[in-house]
């Protein structure tokens, strides 16, 4: 079997701007989050929650201004992965407060939404 890249390179872009991407690459496309419903006399079956997708990541602070993040509410979010799988979240709002690490010149910002999916 021949050796491919499945992990490393990554790139980001908010609303068709691309932005340094330092680490902390993370997504989840779910919908769902089911939760086991057990009784004294066992396990009675799941219950089934909705739950926002999401793309976090840490990026760095070149020619970025960190409080536009806090306003963005309706970004389309696009990561391209070192295995060539695109992952694309249409109307996403940030969440949470960005704060940035002065000393490595880097923030958190995590997307969420109701629409992350996956191109292979």
């Not at 989050?33 to 066992?42: H, V």
Request: proline letters at 2%; hydrophobic letters at 45%; aromatic letters at 8%.
């Amino acid at each position: 079997m021949a050796a491919k890249r499945v992990a490393g390179i990554s790139s980001i872009t908010i609303n068709g701007s691309s932005f340094a991407l330092v680490d902390g690459l993370t997504y989840s496309p779910s919908s769902v989050r089911r939760e086991t419903m057990t009784g004294l006399d066992g396990v009675h079956g799941y219950k089934e929650l909705p739950v926002a997708g999401f793309i976090a990541c840490t990026i760095r602070d070149i020619n970025t201004s960190v409080a536009d993040f806090n306003g963005m509410t309706a970004a389309t979010v696009q990561l391209i992965q070192a295995n060539g799988k695109q992952v694309i979240g249409s109307l996403m709002w940030v969440v949470d407060v960005q704060e940035v690490d002065a000393s490595e010149g880097t923030f958190s910002v995590r997307f969420e939404g109701v629409d992350v999916v996956e191109i292979f």
